[in-house]
Nanobody
Framework: QVQLVESGGGLVQPGGSLRLSCVASIDIFNDTHMAWYRQAPGKQRELVAWITSRDSTMYVDSVKGRFTISRDNARSTTYLQMNNLKPEDTAIYYC????????WGQGTQVTVSS
């Protein structure tokens, strides 16, 4: 059973930064395309950013230039550096593989508010 454990969320003012981490107990993590998703209150979960096994990255338009996804294969960890945060970034953030075929973790709450 794959476990996904997210951390690093919190309360931050607009314009602030946070770095999220996700440790994944995936045997073939090095060969797995990983992604960050988020779910805002009253909205469906959405894909935010993803990184391939070869470190190619893609972002949705709303976070381009502000968020950076990266990975550390030795630690089976995926990161999301979030800069210039906006109130509309408030959500629970989750990681999963691309396609989200594993059970979801508990996520980490990000609240952007003054």
């Amino acid at each position: 059973q794959v476990q996904l454990v997210e951390s690093g969320g919190g309360l931050v003012q607009p314009g602030g930064s946070l770095r999220l981490s996700c440790v994944a107990s995936i045997d073939i993590f090095n060969d797995t395309h990983m992604a960050w998703y988020r779910q805002a209150p009253g909205k469906q979960r959405e894909l935010v950013a993803w990184i391939t096994s070869r470190d190619s990255t893609m972002y949705v338009d709303s976070v381009k230039g502000r968020f950076t996804i990266s990975r550390d294969n030795a630690r089976s960890t995926t990161y999301l550096q979030m800069n210039n945060l906006k109130p509309e970034d408030t959500a629970i953030y989750y990681c999963n593989n691309v396609g989200a075929s594993h059970s979801w973790g508990q996520g980490t709450q990000v609240t952007v508010s003054s």
